[in-house]
């Protein structure tokens, strides 16, 4: 009941029973779970022990003909195999209420994943994932470090990620070539959707040019204001902000609560609302 790994599939099987236990321990208990990309069922295995009404995302017709023979329906009713593109799923609508995800996820395609989590916050509450280690520093770097970025801030607006533990390549078939980690993302949103969205519209031009001042990537978006620069200043100025250091800053000395704010200042409705 093998199939031969693809790597255009991101397919590095875990083989490593301590592992696939210690991932499986950090489910939350109360929330029913979709498993990402279960592959031949290594995690699956030990998730249906606790949750027997798991859903789980594949891609890959073959894996899923070994989950089929693996968890047949009638030992494993109320377990669903989801024939789908992970990317093309709308995981709120499976459970229709609070959930959980988890998985060994394909890196081809983890910052994608990430954010499809973000945009199903409403109901996600929990996310256990296995990513390359290098990609889980980026999600909790300390602002001025080189990892820090639009993944970290991304996933500060959302809540907060901790690194679990590390695996090394000798725990899959086949090995990757670099070190994994395990993370847990703990979803709590400060800011609504609209927020979300328009506060990482301005990080990813800041971002776009990291060598490049804020007053330079910003330039098209402050001169677009009634009175450019002039205005962006005050209503920065408005916001304990202090102009002239901000505009002379790059994109990776902005703290979060920073971007907050510099997205509130460009947008005039939400400076009057606050202001009354
Ligand atoms: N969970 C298994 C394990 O730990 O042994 C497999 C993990 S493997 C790193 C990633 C899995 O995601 C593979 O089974 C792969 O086929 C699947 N996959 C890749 N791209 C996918 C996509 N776009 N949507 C859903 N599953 C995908």
Do not use: W
């Amino acid at each position: 009941m093998a199939i031969k790994p693809k790597k255009s599939l991101g397919q590095n099987f875990l083989k490593d029973r301590n592992i696939i236990l210690k991932i499986a321990a950090l489910a939350n208990p109360d929330l029913p779970v979709i498993e990402i990309g279960p592959g031949t069922g290594a995690l699956t295995e030990e998730l249906l022990k606790k949750f027997p009404g798991l859903k789980a995302i594949e891609i890959d017709s073959r894996a899923i003909e070994v989950l089929k023979e693996k968890f047949p329906y009638g030992e494993y009713p109320d377990f669903e195999i989801i024939h789908s593109d992970i990317l093309k799923t709308d995981i709120s609508a499976i459970y229709k209420k609070d959930f959980q995800v988890m998985g060994n996820i394909p890196y081809y395609i983890s910052s994608q994943i990430f954010f499809q989590l973000y945009d199903a916050t409403g109901y996600l509450k929990q996310a256990v994932l296995m990513i390359q280690k290098d990609l889980a520093k980026r999600l909790i770097a300390p602002v001025g470090r080189k990892d820090y970025g639009i993944l970290t801030i991304a996933m500060a607006l959302k809540g907060k990620c901790t690194i679990e533990f590390d695996v090394s390549p000798h725990c899959f078939y086949p090995q990757p070539k670099v070190t994994s980690s395990v993370i847990k993302m703990v979803f709590n949103p400060v800011v609504n959707d609209s927020d979300f969205k328009s506060i990482m519209r301005i990080v990813r031009i800041a971002f776009s040019q990291r060598r490049k001042v804020l007053g330079n990537c910003l330039k098209p978006i402050i001169n677009a204001l009634p009175d450019g620069k002039e205005e962006f200043i005050g209503r920065l100025n408005k916001v304990g902000m202090d102009a002239e250091k901000t505009l002379r800053q790059r994109a990776e000395q902005l703290t979060i609560d920073e971007y907050i704010l510099l997205n509130k200042c460009l947008n005039q409705n939400i400076i009057d609302n606050s202001s009354r």
